[in-house]
C-alpha cells in the first residue's frame, strides 16, 4: 500500500509539475531502452516467469535459457531487460519456434538476412542466438535512431509508416511490469 501511494505521489507531482511549466502531459511516456534501476530486481528468473505467464508450454529449462539470455544480451547491448521481454511478447508471444510467413524466425522474430551483418556464431534460431541478435539489432535501431523510432524500426525497418508497434510494444512493457510486480 504504502509503495502505491509513494508511486502516486509521485505521479501527482510530476503531473502538476509539468503543469506549472506549462508543458503539455504525454498520456504515454515515452520508450526507455536503457536499463532502470527497479525497487525490487527484474533478474533472469522474473523474465522466465513472465514468460511463462505469456507462453505456459515453455518448459522451465526453456524459460531459465530466455531470462539468462535476455538479461546477459540486454546488458551486452545496454537495453531494459523489461524492453526486451516486451518485444518477445510482441514478436512471437514467447514462443522460440516462431516463423512468420514472411520468414522471421524465433523469440524475437529475426529475418535471416539481418544476421550477415551481425556476424553472430551458431544457429540463430536457438534460444541464445535469437535474442542475442535481436538485441543487437534493437540496440543498434536505438543507437541510431532514438528510442522511439529505434523500437519501430525493429518491426518496420528504415521507412517506419506508424506508430502502432510502437504502441504495442508499449503496451507489452506494461503487461511486463504487471506480470513482474504480481
Not at 502516486?8 to 503543469?19: C, K, N, S, W, Y
Not at 504495442?168 to 511490469?177: D, H, L, Q
Request: one cysteine or more.
Amino acid at each position: 500500500m504504502k509503495r502505491t501511494m509513494t508511486r502516486t505521489r509521485i505521479a501527482l507531482m510530476l503531473v502538476a509539475g509539468f503543469l506549472m511549466a506549462g508543458e503539455r502531459v504525454h498520456p504515454t511516456p515515452p520508450v526507455d531502452a536503457s536499463p532502470q534501476h527497479a525497487e525490487a530486481p527484474f533478474d533472469a528468473t522474473a523474465v522466465g516467469r513472465v514468460m511463462g505467464e505469456a507462453n505456459p508450454a515453455l518448459s522451465l529449462s526453456e524459460r531459465n535459457r530466455i531470462g539468462q539470455a535476455v538479461m546477459r544480451c540486454g546488458a551486452e547491448q545496454d537495453l531494459d531487460p523489461e524492453l526486451v521481454s516486451a518485444i518477445i511478447l510482441v514478436e512471437s508471444r514467447a514462443r522460440p519456434w516462431a516463423r512468420s510467413p514472411k520468414g522471421a524466425v524465433g523469440l524475437m522474430q529475426v529475418m535471416p538476412y539481418m544476421l550477415e551483418s551481425l556476424e553472430l556464431a551458431g544457429n540463430f534460431t536457438t534460444i541464445e542466438s535469437n535474442i542475442e541478435a535481436g538485441c543487437a539489432i534493437l540496440s543498434s535501431n536505438i543507437r541510431r535512431l532514438g528510442d522511439e523510432d529505434g523500437v519501430s524500426a525493429y518491426f518496420w525497418g528504415s521507412d517506419i509508416r506508424s506508430v502502432t508497434y510502437l504502441h504495442r510494444v508499449r503496451a507489452a512493457r506494461a503487461e511486463v511490469r504487471r506480470l513482474f510486480e504480481s
